[in-house]
């Protein structure tokens, strides 16, 4: 059973900056097309993609964040991050990590991100 961890969340003022990283305990990021994924405040908010990275490195962002976050995998710390500069508040969510279509199985726990000054 896969478990990926979420970390490096917090409160931060707009503008700011913060890198997430996202742990595995099996070494899935090189074979499989991964994603971070934020789920904004409100009840019937779904998941949507913020950015992806394909097994041959080539990565996608989602409009709203394009320019200012940037993914990446470290294969050798088996760690994926997601560095956000010039955070805004509608940034301001519950960020999770996962393969691309998203696993059931794999969801973590995510890391809160809460972008207000």
């Known amino acids: 059973q896969v478990q990926l961890v979420e970390s490096g969340g917090g409160l931060v003022q707009p503008g700011g900056s913060l890198r997430l990283s996202c742990t595995a305990s099996?070494?899935?990021?090189?074979?499989?097309?991964m994603a971070w994924y934020r789920q904004a405040p409100g009840k019937q908010r779904e998941r949507e993609v913020v950015?992806?990275?394909?097994?041959?490195?080539?990565?996608n962002y989602a409009d709203s964040v394009k320019g200012r976050f940037t993914i990446s995998i470290d294969n050798a710390k088996n760690t994926m991050y997601l560095q956000m500069n010039s955070l805004e508040s509608e940034d301001t969510a519950v960020y999770y990590c996962?393969?691309?279509?998203?696993?059931?199985?794999?969801w973590g726990q995510g890391t809160q991100v809460t972008v207000s000054s």
């Open positions: 099996a070494r899935i990021f090189s074979i499989n097309t």
């Open positions: 950015a992806g990275i394909a097994d041959d490195g080539r990565t």
């Open positions: 996962n393969t691309f279509p998203p696993r059931a199985t794999y």
